[in-house]
């Protein structure tokens, strides 16, 4: 599986190899790694070189030192996820950007949530609307914010699709940084509430086809608010 790695940049072609392996499902969770001298010989490096690449999984959450030895851990998901999100954050992604993959991603989210969600799912997206009701009646920005991003998380979480919700997790800092923008918008909030309650109650219908399309309406709702502001 392992194969020996050229000279140039050895630290990064041993973790990229790792990584490789973790994403081929040719190493899994609770894994361990062969000891540190054979995985020298397997890599064609030294012990520097492999204690430094060691270190640098370590830090990203995809291996864990124990007395058993060095094993893959069940974080690798959480650090893919958070890889993507700095990329995002930090590309020329703009607002209209963000708005339209939320549309795609969050349609076929509440569709799948709306078949599979349980009670206690549902328990905690209504939840999220009370909680915005409250934050606008005492008219706490940050608390509405707060209650809005659990709303569409949890949805995320319902449609019991971890590739879909690793995915959504990985955009959820730009979605942030829209709705701090839109919630100083004159009108959005009651607007944008009014939308979570329809969407709710197709939720309970188990309509998926109007949950759909009124998540598509509520985003876009959204930007419209933005965009002539």
């Known amino acids: 599986m392992i194969e020996p790695v050229k000279r140039l940049n050895v630290t990064d072609s041993i973790v990229n190899q790792i990584k490789d392996l973790v994403l ?70 703009d607002l209209n950007d963000i708005f339209e993959t939320r549309r795609f991603i969050e349609r076929e989210l509440v569709f799948m949530a709306t078949k599979r969600a349980n009670d206690d799912d549902l328990h905690e997206i209504e939840q999220t609307i009370y909680a915005m009701e409250l934050a606008i009646q005492t008219e706490n920005q940050a608390d509405y914010v707060s209650a809005n991003l659990h709303f569409h998380d949890r949805i995320a979480k319902a449609s019991k699709n971890e590739v879909m919700y690793n995915l959504y997790q990985s955009i959820t800092s730009l979605v942030e940084h829209s709705q ?50």
């Open 24 to 93: 081929q499902g040719k190493l899994t969770i609770g894994d361990k790694l062969p000891p540190e001298r054979e995985l020298m010989n397997q890599f064609g490096v030294g012990r520097p070189s492999l204690r430094e690449a060691l270190k640098v999984l370590e830090a990203q959450g995809l291996i864990e030192k124990t007395q058993k030895g060095t094993i893959i851990t069940g974080n690798h998901n959480k650090f893919f996820t958070e890889s993507l999100m700095f990329q995002l954050y930090f590309s020329s992604s």
């Open 180 to 229: 701090v923008l839109a919630v100083a918008v004159p009108g959005i909030k009651s607007d944008s509430l009014h939308y979570h309650k329809e969407i709710f109650a197709a939720l309970k219908e188990r309509n998926a086809q109007l949950a759909s399309e009124r998540m598509v309406n509520h985003i876009t709702s959204v930007s419209q608010f933005l965009f002539k502001n």
